[in-house]
């Protein structure tokens, strides 16, 4: 262990790390935390907290998790970050932990979050989703799988990003991002399915089809969404639009932001 560990790193005994993580210089580990086998951590890295982080991760140097979160309401609780496997933290990344005592933002397996992504307080993040550089999650954004964020964006609390949607650079992400969907511009609207993203995910021809007439119903028709949901349910079934529709449902239930709206 030893040989893994800077001996310029400063890591709490009560701390409790894998044999085979790495620790670079100046790296500050806190009491709480806990890294499983083959983590690294970069150099300048601070993870402090209760903040519980999987196997073979790669924290990059200045990446700080499991600090405070910026949030008034909270008044010392514990609270925490949960991270899983395979997962990129590139260079300072900020991850921070949750409000509320017992709560938790998580993060799960391969996802990559590029150098300055902010990850605030109760966000949710899925796995195998990529996060741009400098882009900034708000408290309690939740994202779903294989979801895509470009660069320097920004998302507002309470927003959820569908999965295997794509969101483009430079926009104000303010409503609900629809699963499969392509979304960009400020203000963001819906512009087409994300074609690219679902070929690169295995969807097959059947899925595309159906996804495409969806896309058309929603945003082509003129419809009212209550009444192109009321179309979707006449498609054949498929677990994608399933999915899509109960993203779109959830989405304009009481307390949530309600969709971003399609291209005009």
Known sequence: MLTLIHPTAVIHPRAELHSTVE?????VIGERVKIGPETKVGAHAIIDGLTEIGARNQIFAGAAIGLEPQDLKYRG?????????GNLIREYVTIN???????????????????YVHVG??????????????????????????????????IHQFVHIGRLSMVGGLSRIDRDVP???LVEGNPSRVRTINKVGLDRAGLTEEDLQILKK???????SGYTLEQALAQLELLPENHHLQHLRRFLQQSVTKGRRGLIPGKK
């Open 77 to 85: 609780s514990l609270t925490g970050v949960s991270i899983g496997d």
């Open 121 to 154: 307080h109760n966000c949710e993040i899925g796995d195998q989703v990529i996060i741009a550089n400098a882009v900034a999650l708000a408290g309690h954004v939740k994202i779903e799988s294989q979801a895509r964020l470009s660069g320097v964006l920004g």
């Open 97 to 115: 932990r949750a409000t509320q005592a017992g709560e938790w933002t998580t993060i799960g397996n391969n996802n990559m979050l590029m150098a």
């Open 214 to 220: 969806t896309f058309r119903i929603l945003y082509r």
């Open 23 to 27: 620790v670079g210089a100046y790296a």
């Open 179 to 181: 699963p499969y969907m």
